[in-house]
Structures are given as structure tokens and as C-alpha cells.
């Protein structure tokens, strides 16, 4: 199966700089990468995802990157706001007949320091 | 505009009950899904379903059985709940094609005492 590893588990930048979440992925057969935001108390929520025909993807100040040679994938976010602060995951699925599971990281906790 | 609705947002179980949580997606998902949350260990998948009445083993799936009768509804049970078991539970639906990623539900916390 897939194993998906995030680092790092902690992240605290100052408002205003960047924030880079990285992730590997274990079977080169994966083909979908999404990144989900967990803020505290609510459910996770799908805010970019990539496929692997494609290198790299950017929504306003969020981008995430991808190097299937490498087999990693990392999140972006520029010009961070308190509002940033949350936990992230990213997953990685393999294509299968009948379901397509994600495996997820472990999650990176990102606290945006005013 | 809720699409993935958990039937409770807190419980509190005894060892040893039969435990039942639910969930109800109003997306015509053909995927279902239940993970459980912990600090430390991220998103870990106990069961999985891709169309009614099939269902999968995810990577931890002892202590959990599930049951998903109509194509909108997957039950998760825990047979006789033990401490170990309190957790964050997480549903989650996808259409077949699950290259659009998961719809998560708001998650139960669980409480075995």
C-alpha cells in the first residue's frame, strides 16, 4: 500500500511570511495529491489538490508543487494570515478498481504569529 | 449546506456497550469512509465501502464493523467498546472517480469511560 510522510508536525511562522508544508509518497503508481485544513474543532476541508500530469498549481496565495521523480509534493502558502492557522494534511491515492483510498500524513499543525 | 451529516458530535459510552455511529451523505457518493482522528497519528482508516452492501478492511479495522444498507448511509459499530477506542471519528464520501478528493463530515468525538 501507500505511505505518505509530512513534515514537519510543527510549523510557526510571522504573519506576513511563507509557509512550506513537504511530503513523500511511497508507490509511484499514486496519482492525486490533495491537501486538506483542519481548523480546530471542524472537519477537514479540500482546499488545493494536483494530479500527476501536472508539475505544479497555485490558487491566490496557496501553490503545491509536484516531483514525481522525487516522489514528493509540497504546499505553498505566501503572505500567511492569522487566519492560516490550522492543522494540514496531505494524502496521496492509488488508482484501484472499485474505490480509491486516500492515505494521509500525519498532519502539520501551522500556527500564523501575529 | 451540510453534505455529509454525523449523526452525533459528542458521545459517552461504558466498556462493553455496542456502540453505532452514523453517517448520511446527500451526494450520491458511490465511496464511504470512516477514519479515526488522534493527536500524533493523523487520518487512519478503519473501513471503507465503494457501493452498497461491499465493504473493505482499512488499516485498523479490529475492534470496528460496519454496514452500509443504502448507498447513501454507513454505519460504523463498535462491537463491544473498550478505552482504546475513544477517539475522533471521521466520515468522508467521494464520487467513484475519487480524483475530487473527500467531503468530510464534522467528525464524533467518542468517549469510552
Avoid at chain 1, 3 to 19: I, K
Avoid at chain 1, 65 to 93: G, R
Avoid at chain 2, 59 to 80: A, M, N, Q, T
Wanted: glycine share 8%.
Amino acid at each position: 500500500g501507500e505511505n505518505v510522510e509530512q513534515h514537519p508536525s510543527t510549523l510557526s511562522v510571522q504573519e506576513g511570511d511563507s509557509a512550506v508544508i513537504k511530503c513523500t509518497y511511497s508507490d509511484s503508481a499514486s496519482n492525486y495529491f490533495p491537501w486538506y485544513k483542519q481548523e480546530l474543532g471542524k472537519r477537514p476541508q479540500l482546499i488545493i489538490d494536483i494530479r500527476s500530469n501536472v508539475g505544479e498549481k497555485k490558487d491566490q496565495r496557496i501553490a503545491v508543487t509536484l516531483n514525481k521523480t522525487a516522489k514528493h509534493f509540497s504546499l505553498h502558502i505566501t503572505e500567511t494570515q492569522p487566519e492560516d492557522s490550522a492543522v494540514y494534511f496531505c494524502a496521496a491515492t492509488l488508482p484501484g478498481a472499485g474505490s480509491y483510498q486516500l492515505t494521509f500524513g500525519k498532519g502539520t499543525k501551522l500556527s500564523v504569529i501575529p | 449546506d451540510v453534505k455529509v451529516t454525523q449523526s452525533s458530535r459528542y458521545l459517552v459510552k461504558r466498556t462493553g456497550e455496542k456502540v453505532f455511529l452514523e453517517c448520511v451523505q446527500d451526494m450520491d457518493h458511490e465511496n464511504m469512509f470512516w477514519y479515526r482522528q488522534d493527536p500524533g497519528l493523523g487520518l487512519r482508516l478503519i473501513y471503507f465501502s465503494y457501493d452498497v452492501k461491499m465493504k473493505e478492511k482499512g488499516d485498523i479495522p479490529e475492534g470496528y464493523s460496519v454496514s452500509r444498507e443504502k448507498k447513501e448511509r454507513f454505519s460504523l459499530i463498535l462491537e463491544s467498546a473498550s478505552t482504546n477506542q475513544t477517539s475522533m471519528y471521521l466520515c468522508a464520501s467521494s464520487p467513484e472517480d475519487g480524483n475530487y478528493g473527500y467531503t468530510f463530515g464534522s467528525g464524533t468525538r467518542l468517549t469510552v469511560v
